[in-house]
């Protein structure tokens, strides 16, 4: 269930919406006929939205507006902006709806911190619990990703971090825990996307890093497992401060 939900975010983080927009018809509430409540598929359409930064940081999310431009009523949008949130995506704003949550670099900096503490933590308790066989079956997607950067392809390299960071999740044999790092991946995310890390800049680092993970689970060494966890999101937080500073220097 909860690689599920790791999932979802990473279909909402890969998926483009610009089709949403690229329409004759201002109304988008056929996007809405799904086996999913009005509520739910608003709540995922405007997190979408944010999780893509397509609603900036700092932005305010009108109601009002909303609910017109995706053809809907007030209710659903103000039940899904109220679970958003829950996800510390939004606040309340006296008189002005919700605006998206800031990305500064603190932020950044806390999210990561925890993130490392607990996810590292996990990486401990899980290497016991992986199964041989799944863990083989994450080695041959590495084998795969590895083959593919040397050829100048990264298609994979997504894939390889949701999949190694979900298994840890789902073998970590606290639910809480579990629960936990997973509402920071999602924050993780955001930041990511908005930090727009070039794959072929770093790529194939990353896939080391994920490889060094992998090679402890793989030999149960849970010291290893988490320190080679702490060692990779620590290095994560710095590339992302990095490509921030670099968009920066080109916006001045």
Known sequence: MLLCRVYLVYKIMRHTIFGAFV????????EFRSPLSLRESVYLHIKKLIMHNMIAPGEVIA????????????????EALLLLEGDALVTS????????????????????????ILESH???????LISESKIEA???????????????????????DLEL??????????????ELVNSLVERTLRIRYLANTPPELYGETIMEEHTAVLRALRSRNADEARLKMETHLLNACERTHSCLKSIRNKQL
Do not use: K, W
Request: with cysteine; net charge negative.
């Open 23 to 30: 329409t004759s018809n201002p109304s988008y509430s056929n």
């Open 63 to 78: 109601v009002d507006r909303m609910a017109t431009m995706l053809g809907v009523s007030r209710t659903p949008v103000r």
């Open 93 to 116: 704003a006296p008189n002005h709806g919700f605006v998206t949550t800031e990305i500064s670099a603190s932020h950044i900096e806390h999210v990561f911190e925890v993130r490392r």
């Open 122 to 128: 996990a990486a401990y308790t899980a290497t016991p």
């Open 138 to 160: 994450l080695g041959d997607l590495f084998n795969r990703a590895v083959a593919e950067i040397r050829q100048g392809s990264y298609e994979l390299c997504d894939q390889c």
């Open 165 to 178: 960071h979900g298994l840890i999740l789902e073998n970590c044999g606290n639910p809480v825990l579990a």
